[in-house]
């Protein structure tokens, strides 16, 4: 299908279309690459969703991939990047369980799930799986046992027959803080938990941290960034080194004398949850499901059939509804169509 | 695919996966095609993107539909659905434009398009297309031509060679008001400014509404309806005769001791814009990527391995996100999975 588009400037994409900047992608690639090299950053695909972005982070280094869902990581196996992919999510799916367990079984990939609960630690036992991590809550009201819990846990896994990796906890409360100090400070509480959970559990691993953490947590052993490839405003209002590489374009369908313009981007094209994306030239007033209506800047004259870059509040929820991204260059030359290839669960 | 997976109970399917409810579904369609008999309702397809769930729209009498993008109106075709179909946003994509000609020319399907503006009458005009309505800004700051211009816009679109059937405006600023005396009110102030650019412009057709003034609009021709069908938490909050019939089946993944629950519901899985999802027995804490976060209720005792409903604030942004919905009875048996055929652009 992305043959058959034959489209090679961004200019004549169809409309809402997702476009990576490929300067600020490398950018924020090697930026990464450079800071946390080879297995210290193990990069979370769910923020992309797409192997051939994935295949970019493996070549700089980053052979070992997060994954959220079964199917990001039977993508990847299959892609040949298996070399050692972390579930980062509890799952108690019997059948998913047992196509990761094939996965392993065949030489595809090396595989280890999160486990936050006895059910889940026999879950994974059952599947013919080997090799967890114990998810530990250290302070975000979502998945992980109480650091007290670990070692017990741990002991379950390994009377399972499981190997027990190390342990995993994501600082999500923290990622976003504005405050360098604030966000430093508060990573090491989270990381001092996670620390006592290790003590009781053992294993090489303390996997944790994200983008916005990357460069302040230096107690985990692996970063499990995801969304500094592609960035969005939210991590962009942060004191980070990688730029915006992602947008929508659109094209603007109608202008009223009103004083609005309206670009054919909407609620199905962006995830909102992080609220309204951002447009040069333009304030954003609102979006609806195709459309976003738009009030031009000063001096932004909009005419029908103008493109606009629609920069999404948030990346993974706005990649999960696009087919493909358009990889160009700052001429708007396409140099490369990724398929969005790793979406749905 | 979907023979693939054979799973015939709710309760074994893989999460999140798209339930509807088959008695609330025959129920909304039912009472639809009772109160806007025929071309009285023309359903709208963007809030399912299912030509599934659109042929039992077309077999209780609405032969004429209406659809938000090309490939919608490409698979209504594609599908045998294509007997009036109007797309009701302004495009000026020549290539889109050129291949709804192109149905048009093989028979497959009769074509009407929104224009608002010299640029999008030109934009059809020369693709071949024959058949517009004027859009009219009736209220709701969006597309739609002032309601001053939509006679000079008409005669322009008669002298390029095309048909002309009549005007469209959505008072879409008047559907979410929760008090009907207002709505009414609000609709016939908008709908009045119709009528004004409907008696310059000539034509059949005066088409607006939406399912929240869909028996409060007694101005329009037909009633551009589309959320009625699966319905959601927004519009449930009015007084519509309609039911709850889609939801989002998922599984507890973790329960901490700290008193909240996680089921592996996520952003990626619910449209968001409308605010937090609902789940029976449960308050939403917070969405993440990959899942909500769940404080239970008095008498809620939560397990992993639990089933949720959840359901969400918008149906539109929702359902874009998924590849199947499965149409259950009330004990939980699948009747039929339906794929989700008109997603994308």
């Not at 200019?11 to 490398?26: G, Q």
């Not at 052979?63 to 579930?87: F, H, K």
């Not at 609102?286 to 493109?307: K, N, Y």
């Not at 706005?318 to 790793?342: F, K, N, Q």
Request: proline share 5%; with cysteine; net charge negative.
């Amino acid at each position: 299908m992305l043959r058959a588009m034959a489209v090679s400037e961004v200019a004549s994409l169809p409309t809402p279309a997702l476009v990576v900047d490929a300067a600020a992608l490398a950018h924020n690639l090697d930026t990464m690459a450079g800071a946390l090299p080879g297995g210290r950053c193990r990069p979370h695909v769910k923020a992309h969703k797409c192997t051939a972005l994935a295949r970019e982070q493996v070549a700089r280094g980053h052979r070992a991939l997060t994954a959220a869902t079964t199917r990001e990581v039977i993508g990847l196996a299959r892609a040949g990047l298996g070399d050692d992919l972390l579930l980062a999510n509890e799952t108690v799916d019997p059948a998913r369980l047992a196509g990761l367990a094939a996965l392993v079984a065949a030489g595809s990939a090396r595989v280890t799930v999160a486990v936050d609960s006895e059910a889940t630690v026999d879950a994974v036992a059952a599947s013919g799986l080997r090799e967890v991590l114990v998810d530990v809550d250290v302070g975000m009201p979502r998945c992980g046992c109480p650091p007290g819990d670990a070692g017990g846990l741990a002991e379950r896994a390994r009377a399972r027959g499981l190997e027990v990796r190390g342990v995993m906890g994501y600082e999500g409360h923290v990622v976003g803080n504005p405050d360098r100090a604030a966000r430093t400070s508060q990573t090491e509480v989270a990381m001092a938990l996670l620390a006592a959970a290790h003590a009781e559990v053992g294993g090489e691993a303390v996997s944790a941290g994200g983008t916005g953490t990357f460069d302040v947590n230096v107690w985990c052993t692996e970063v499990q960034a995801g969304s500094y490839a592609l960035m969005d405003t939210a991590y962009a209002a942060l004191d980070l080194p990688f730029r915006i590489a992602l947008g929508v374009e659109a094209t603007i369908v109608s202008v009223s004398p009103k004083g609005w313009a309206v670009a054919d981007c909407g609620l199905k094209a962006l995830g909102m949850d992080h609220g309204n994306p951002s447009v040069d030239g333009y304030e954003v007033f609102f979006c609806s499901d195709e459309h976003v209506t738009l009030i031009p800047g000063d001096g932004t004259r909009p005419a029908v059939g103008d493109r606009v870059r629609v920069v999404p509040a948030h990346v993974d929820p706005t990649v999960a509804y696009h087919e493909v991204m358009h990889v160009a260059d700052p001429d708007g030359r396409i140099l490369e169509s990724w398929p969005v290839d790793l979406r749905g669960w």
